[in-house]
T-cell receptor, first 113, second 113 residues
Framework: QQQVKQSPQSLIVQKGGISIINCAYE??????FPWYQQFPGKGPALLIA?????SEKKEGRFTISFNKSAKQFSLHIMDSQPGDSATYFC????????????FGTGTRLTIIP | DTGVSQNPRHKITKRGQNVTFRCDPI?????LYWYRQTLGQGPEFLTY????????KSRLLSDRFSAERPKGSFSTLEIQRTEQGDSAMYLC???????????FGPGTRLTVT
């Protein structure tokens, strides 16, 4: 009920390309869906987040697409750069983010020149 | 630096010893969360506080683990009689209860030998 499934486990994208990471959730009570970026040895850093009342949110090169009926959401990184190489985690929570986050298993993204 | 801080950053201890970690949240953030992250996995929720009240504890949190936030500011996480399975990154996050975003600290990496 609380699981968040993330795919792919790893992703290699050419510089300038689009990176796409997908997540699916089970708990229909979830109403806040953030994405975090994590570099080795560092804590996760909040990238972008969405609520289920909108289907898309864009901030710079990062876009979240949200499909409430399918219980899926995805992160799109446009014009991917080598500095984007990191591990990305999707997460979900109830209470508009005021409760614990349930994380996916992560996607290791590598951007190659 | 006004971010979440955690100390120590690294801790190596022998099995059976007790360890204590400290988290200082972002100033005025009244919610404080503890997560644990093992290699190649997403963070897993352990417990969280609103001010000094501990509102939820994960079933993952055995009775060897205890967390406090005595004055509603910094928090400590103590692990008694450490086991090798306790080796992980312990992450702290904070938020305002009027906002969704949780901001993570750099983590404390615990190695139990």
């Amino acid at each position: 009920q609380q699981q968040v499934k993330q795919s792919p486990q790893s992703l290699i994208v050419q510089k300038g390309g689009i990176s796409i990471i997908n997540c699916a959730y089970e708990n229909t009570a979830f109403d806040y869906f953030p994405w975090y970026q994590q570099f080795p040895g560092k804590g996760p850093a909040l990238l972008i987040a969405i609520r289920p009342d909108v289907s898309e949110k864009k901030e710079g090169r990062f876009t979240i697409s949200f499909n409430k009926s399918a219980k899926q959401f995805s992160l799109h990184i446009m014009d991917s750069q080598p500095g984007d190489s990191a591990t990305y985690f999707c997460a979900s929570s109830r209470g508009a983010g005021n409760e614990k986050l349930t994380f996916g298993t992560g996607t290791r993204l590598t951007i190659i020149p | 630096d006004t971010g979440v801080s955690q100390n120590p950053r690294h801790k190596i201890t022998k099995r059976g010893q007790n360890v204590t970690f400290r988290c200082d949240p972002i100033s005025e953030h009244n919610r404080l969360y503890w997560y644990r992250q093992t290699l190649g996995q997403g963070p897993e929720f352990l417990t969280y506080f609103q001010n000094e009240a501990q509102l939820e504890k994960s079933r993952l949190l055995s009775d060897r683990f205890s967390a406090e936030r005595p004055k509603g500011s910094f928090s400590t996480l103590e692990i008694q009689r450490t086991e090798q399975g306790d080796s992980a990154m312990y992450l702290c996050a904070s938020s305002l209860d009027t906002a969704s975003e949780q901001y993570f600290g750099p983590g404390t990496r615990l190695t139990v030998t």
